[in-house]
């Protein structure tokens, strides 16, 4: 079984985790070059302050604020390495980052991101909650066969690079939705963004939900933690 060191970092400054993130993956990247057979995965857990990230592919258009705004709000911004448009991150949301090889998992990308999303939809069930895929965007949405109510409740954007990944997930737990307000979500304009809290009507033990995700992620990719 595949082995993964779990790293829960608590609350994080953004770009000090993608720095964290690039020397995971390098390590990773050795193990693949010296074809260790027993090579071992990453998985972060984090919360971030107040940020917005820009993926490659990302119009910077979908960010509705300026500079100065920006500073008002007491927000970054940053763009960033992985795919998909803009997001948001910030506190009470689970940031989750994992740096796998996907060649040893034996799995490719796309399957890679099914996989993540499986997990959202496996660990938000806990609280009744029916998370789905929207055709054509990544992602864990609740109401999709309803155009008028669709909502994105997790937000997935990767990486790979010599088939080793990078960034990951971001669950909506207890988040501040209002920063939402201030995007059009992962480029979206006519979708709007949920939180397990506004779901349930109340707030959830962060460090419960984060429990659970890991370990419908461990069984997901058939893991053992270090």
Not at 20 to 32: A, C, N, P, S, T
Not at 195 to 206: A, H, L, M, N, P
């Amino acid at each position: 079984m595949n082995k993964v060191e779990f790293h829960n970092i608590g609350i994080r400054d953004y770009k000090e985790t993608w720095d964290f993130q690039e020397e995971l993956f390098q390590k990773v990247l050795l193990q693949k070059q010296q074809n260790e057979i027993d090579l071992l995965h990453h998985l972060i857990f984090c919360q971030h302050p107040h940020v917005y990230t820009l993926g490659k592919s990302g119009d910077e258009d979908n960010l509705l604020l300026n500079y100065i705004q920006l500073q008002a709000k007491n927000a970054q911004f940053y763009k960033i390495n992985r795919g998909g448009d803009i997001t948001y991150h910030g506190p009470g949301q689970l940031v989750g980052y994992p740096i796998l090889s996907l060649e040893n998992l034996k799995i490719g990308l796309k399957e890679y991101i099914h996989k993540l999303e499986e997990v959202i939809i496996k660990s938000i069930a806990h609280f009744d909650l029916k998370g789905q895929r929207l055709q054509g965007a990544t992602g864990v949405w609740l109401d999709t066969e309803n155009n008028k109510k669709t909502r994105k409740i997790c937000a997935i954007g990767v990486r790979s690079s010599h088939w080793v990944t990078m960034h990951g997930f971001a669950l909506n737990i207890n988040t501040d939705l209002s920063y939402f307000g201030h995007i059009n979500p992962c480029g979206f304009v006519d979708k709007t963004v949920t939180s397990i809290e506004k779901e349930i009507g109340k707030k959830v033990d962060f460090e419960e939900v984060s429990k659970i995700v890991l370990q419908v992620f461990l069984e997901e990719f058939k893991m053992t933690q270090l």
